[in-house]
């Protein structure tokens, strides 16, 4: 199983990114799916997750109203549509997806997609 990110570059503040991640190796329509990232020196941070319905949950609250996760099914991706991107935002952007329901823990990772946002 792999999930493998994209999409991710140097922007400037104010600019947009979307980011995806293509999930292999097997289907993913049936679990929940989600984004975290990791900046320098911080711990990891949930950013949001959605649930094969297409429900989302949103995590830190510096991003709500600017970033909106989403996803295809027929694709196996899972998307996140940033906006209005601050220096703040700037990280290692990773997807996961859980194995055993949506209260599961996360069992698959990526290797994550670097964004930086310059001021």
């Known amino acids: 199983v792999q999930l493998v990110e994209s999409g991710g570059g140097l922007v400037q503040a104010g600019d947009s990114l979307r980011l995806s991640c293509a999930a292999s190796g097997r289907t993913f329509n049936r679990n929940t799916l989600g984004w975290f990232r990791q900046a320098p020196g911080k711990e990891r941070e949930f950013v949001a997750s959605?649930?094969?319905?297409?429900?989302?949950?949103n995590g830190v609250d510096s991003v709500k109203g600017r970033f909106t996760i989403s996803r295809d099914n027929a694709k196996n991706t899972v998307f996140l549509q940033m906006n209005s991107l601050k220096p703040e935002d700037t990280a290692v952007y990773c997807c996961?997806?859980?194995?055993?329901?949506?209260?599961?823990?996360?069992?698959?990772w990526g290797q994550g997609t670097q964004v930086t946002v310059s001021s």
């Open positions: 959605i649930s094969w319905s297409g429900s989302a949950t």
């Open positions: 996961a997806a859980k194995l055993n329901g949506p209260y599961g823990p996360w069992t698959y």
